[in-house]
């Protein structure tokens, strides 16, 4: 039968928008002869819903839209993603559900086994498993159909699974002999590598195809790359979608051959198309159309400006510069290169005097006290200050242009250089982040080559250095990259990379107490396996272990 996999770009509670997609895109399919269109997981109502499946209202919402499409796509079977209620008297009211819909009628409600609660996930708060799953019989097919995580324990490929039990396997040891799985499965740098080899050894273990259909686009802060997948009982790839825009993939599973759309390739392509994408959808889910940016003529700035200028267009961003009494002039003429080279407008604010005025305030509550990192954070917040004045009278969102490596130590100023609605490279550290420069420049100069060669600084006080402060960026990016992802302890680092143990604690102690900070922080794009945020829970007042 000829299959269609609808990698849609869902909106968290937009029931009409979701349901219209749906059923336009499921039309679509039947008139290319499709018998079988597959939609991602919760597509209905947007994923993820997280707390709002405890409104009633919410719920309900989703048994209209699907009832909706049941009646208007009567020449094509549907399986789409749902919230339905749950039937147990205990536990949770409502489940992650799969609907295979076909002429009109319901014919198959099948529920979430496995229910995710590591990373971005927490899955066992919303939602109750199924207890259990059967097939379908769907054009002389056993079908086995799975939701995402249900497809992830399989004892062939993973050192250490999760989980206890195995849907694929219990299905497919049923007489299962297709595999049908809707997901929503996050983007990391790396992730779609894993994903179709985890894939294709359950194709070859099974030997039966897999279809995968996946969701895409940005909702908060967690990026899904599509990148749907067929895979033949062989491991081969016989049919793949788009990474990171929405697509309509066909695949024949008699013949077993399909559509093999391009995908992205590379790390920083990838980082970087996810970072456009999850820019995107933010600002315009959130009901924006235009951003500002504050351009200090560094390059996290830069790399910023760019990414939200291929994201909302270079006539819907503003970029402002504000130099300080420290500021270089070669720093202000960077910020207004790159925004030329970008076509963004530009607006130039010196601070100079309104730091006086603060300073001048201060001065009877500061008396004979030297000027310290108090002064170095006023610009910052007066810079911060202006920026969301500018939003709030143009109606636009700050982004701001803080990375990794300083978020993870606090080399950032809360309500200063953090103002914004959208941290959009908060989990880029700052040696991807000169990667990304070159990448963005790889047609072009659009990032002045200034800006990436000299040396990083806030410019908060004469001759500042980020080193001044914090270890070489390619030292401090390897402790963080082994304590935040791999959690491991000081020594092992400084054995692991010859480092100074005194350094690495010095470094590790700085994570710790700043998570104060980057609990207040604007939501921030994950394009990592463990970013800050949703997916790495921290208590605040706790003592460094």
Known sequence: MKVALGQINTTVGDFSGNTSKIIDYSRQAQQAGASLILFPELSICGYPPRDLVEKAS????????????????????????????????????????????????????????????????????????????????????????????????????????????????????????????????????GKRELRRDMLATIAKTDKVPVLMVNLVGGNDGVIFDGSSLAIAPDGRVIAQGKSFEEDLIYVDTESLTGDMHEQIAGNEASAYAALVLGTRDYVRKCGFSSVIIGLSGGIDSALTAAIAADAVGQENVIGVGMPGPYSSRGSVDDAKAVAANLGVRFELIPIGDAFEAYRKTLRPVFPGLPEDVTEENLQARIRGAILMALSNKFGAMVLSTGNKSELAVGYCTLYGDMCGGLAVISDVPKTQVYRLAEYVNRKREIIPRATIEKPPSAELRPNQTDQDSLPPYDVLDAILVDYIEDYKSAEQIADDHGFDEGMVKSVLRMVDRNEYKRQQAAVGLKISEKAFGVGRRMPIAAKSS
């Not at 549907?78 to 949770?92: N, R």
């Not at 769907?138 to 799975?146: I, P």
Request: contains cysteine.
């Open 58 to 189: 919410f719920v309900q919402k989703n048994a209209e839209a699907l009832d909706r499409i049941r009646q208007q796509t009567l020449g094509i079977a549907i399986v789409v993603g749902v919230v339905t209620k749950a039937d147990a008297q205990t536990g949770k009211s409502v489940m992650n559900s799969a609907a295979l819909v076909q002429g009109g009628e319901l014919k198959l409600l099948q529920s979430k086994m496995l229910l995710p609660t590591y990373d971005v996930f927490d899955e066992s708060r919303n939602f109750a498993p199924a207890e259990s799953q059967k097939l379908v019989k769907f054009c002389n097919r056993a079908v086995a159909l799975t939701i995402c995580e249900d497809a992830w324990n399989d004892k062939h490929f993973w050192n250490r699974r999760l989980y206890g039990f195995d849907p694929v396997e219990a299905l497919i040891g049923a007489g299962g002999d297709l595999l049908l799985n809707i997901s929503a499965s996050p983007f990391h740098v």
